[in-house]
């Protein structure tokens, strides 16, 4: 099982960034899939989540600026990140959940510049 995420980079404050992840390989009935973010120092937390039937969950920090999708065909989740601030700034994985296992990607950097 391999968790491919894209997207990421350098912004401006204000800005805006997407991130995908495509999870492959023999993976079956997924069903939260989500991310979450490391900064420097800093515990790993979940920045959001979505089930498979659509519900979705954000940290305080980030409603009304980030949205989560999927499609659950493609197995991929996305995160779409707008009004992007400084402490934004970190390490963002995603994460897939199965009934009996939970999966990582390897992390893209997201940096937002003041």
């Known amino acids: 099982v391999q968790l491919q995420a894209s997207g990421g980079g350098l912004v401006q404050a204000g800005g805006s960034l997407s991130l995908s992840c495509a999870a492959s390989?023999?993976?079956?009935?997924?069903?939260?899939m989500g991310w979450y973010r490391q900064a420097p120092g800093k515990q790993r937390e979940l920045v959001a989540d979505i089930t498979s039937g659509g519900s979705t969950n954000y940290a305080d920090s980030v409603k009304g600026r980030f949205t989560v999708s999927r499609d659950n065909a493609k197995r991929t989740v996305y995160l779409q990140m707008n009004t992007l601030k400084p402490e934004d700034t970190a390490v963002y994985h995603c994460n897939v959940n199965t009934r009996y296992m939970t999966y990582w990607g390897q992390g893209t950097q997201v940096t937002v510049s003041s």
């Open positions: 390989g023999s993976i079956f009935s997924i069903n939260v």
